[in-house]
Antibody, heavy 118, light 110 residues
Framework: EVQLVESGGGLVQPGGSLRVSCAAS????????MTWVRQAPGKGLEWVAN????????YYLDSVKGRFTISRDNAKNSLFLQMNSLRAEDTAVYYC???????????WGQGTMVTVSS | QSALTQPASVSGSPGQSITISCTGT?????????VSWYQQHPGKAPKLMIY???NRPSGVSNRFSGSKSGNTASLTISGLQTEDEADYYC??????????FGGGTKLTVL
């Protein structure tokens, strides 16, 4: 079964750091671009970052540039998002998703909640 | 990275058809055939319904169809069913190698 499972969410204070992970299974992880999308409570979807299969390209939402870093370990079928200098407005469910050929997100995880609050 | 524009809500009766619009710019919707649509039920992860403007993934009902004209894309759902009640989001690839979503549309099936 094709599956993505996020983990690592939690409560963190403003200015703090957190690393969320995404474990992939059921497909050849190293063949796909991967992405992170977030959704603040009661709000819409917001694309955050994505990374090419060979890690040579990565792109970010302007508001997270310099604070968030996307990475991946193809040997372990895993995607990561390192979040530093966290702000209250980063509070959201963070989803990882697979980017299908073309530019759509065809497989989604269940999400992991990140809460930034003192 | 401005969000695409969608109506906040639409509604229809079972069996009817509805259309949700998604307006962007020539740097996103109008510049690429990379518009996709997602369905999200409360508390669930989004589900891909349409990709590359007009294509349906395997398993998605043919009641769902997509189109585009200029800077505006549209999702049409025909033969509305109660289980179609959900939030719908459009998304587009952009000229800066990023993606942008619409604000979302809440579909109510009356």
């Amino acid at each position: 079964e094709v599956q993505l499972v996020e983990s690592g969410g939690g409560l963190v204070q403003p200015g703090g750091s957190l690393r969320v992970s995404c474990a992939a299974s059921g497909f050849t992880f190293s063949s796909y671009w991967m992405t992170w999308v977030r959704q603040a409570p009661g709000k819409g979807l917001e694309w955050v970052a994505n990374m090419r299969q060979d890690v040579r390209e990565e792109y970010y939402l302007d508001s997270v540039k310099g604070r968030f870093t996307i990475s991946r370990d193809n040997a372990k079928n895993s995607l990561f998002l390192q979040m530093n200098s966290l702000r209250a407005e980063d509070t959201a469910v963070y989803y990882c998703a697979r980017v299908r050929e073309g530019a759509a997100f065809d497989i989604w995880g269940q999400g992991t909640m990140v809460t930034v609050s003192s | 990275q401005s969000a695409l524009t969608q109506p906040a809500s639409v509604s229809g009766s079972p069996g009817q058809s509805i259309t949700i619009s998604c307006t962007g710019t020539s740097s996103d919707v109008g510049g690429y055939n990379y518009v996709s649509w997602y369905q999200q039920h409360p508390g669930k992860a989004p589900k891909l319904m349409i990709y590359d403007v007009i294509n349906r993934p395997s398993g998605v009902s043919n009641r769902f169809s997509g189109s585009k004209s200029g800077n505006t894309a549209s999702l049409t759902i025909s033969g509305l069913q109660t289980e179609d009640e959900a939030d719908y989001y459009c998304s587009s690839y952009t000229s800066t190698n990023t993606w942008v979503f619409g604000g979302g549309t809440k579909l109510t099936v009356l």
